[in-house]
């Protein structure tokens, strides 16, 4: 990444690297600070000219809290949802998400920001191997 002249911006928990704390509060605090607006015919338009995208991988907390934050601020990301895989192409329906019936294996798992919308069950709930729904602790 640094051959590629990505601006890093690291965190840990303990501080030991980088922001301490959360990688979401460090995204949310980076995304504050270069959000921009512009007064366009009385209406105003998010410019988010230095967000191409957003790509999240993680635990599914951190993929719903960064969501929020790129629906909020109208920012292009993607999500890799992970669910439990059986078969892992399409015949079984282990991994198909609510509502849409989705299967990861095969839609996914990678869902695009606005395709994630559908998804109802996103940072609420997933399925256990024997198929029952188990919801989030955090989830409300
Ligand atoms: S794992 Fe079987 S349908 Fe996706």
């Not at 338009?45 to 969501?67: D, L, N, Q, R």
């Amino acid at each position: 990444m640094k051959e590629l002249g990505v601006q890093m911006h690291l965190s840990t928990d303990d501080g030991s690297e980088g922001y301490k704390g959360f990688n979401v509060d460090l995204f949310k605090q980076y995304v504050e600070a270069n959000y921009q607006t512009e007064n366009k015919d009385s209406t105003f338009h998010i410019s988010h000219s230095i967000f191409s995208k957003v790509y999240t991988v993680g635990p599914e907390i951190m993929e719903f809290k960064i969501a929020q934050i790129c629906w909020e601020h109208e920012i292009p990301f993607e999500v890799s949802l992970e669910r439990y895989m059986k078969c892992g192409f399409g015949i079984c329906g282990q991994c198909c998400v609510d509502s849409t019936g989705w299967r990861m294996c095969v839609e996914g798992p990678v869902i695009d920001g606005e395709k994630l919308k559908q998804i109802t069950e996103f940072g609420k709930y997933h399925r256990t191997a024997s198929g029952k729904v188990e919801k989030y602790p955090w989830a409300k």
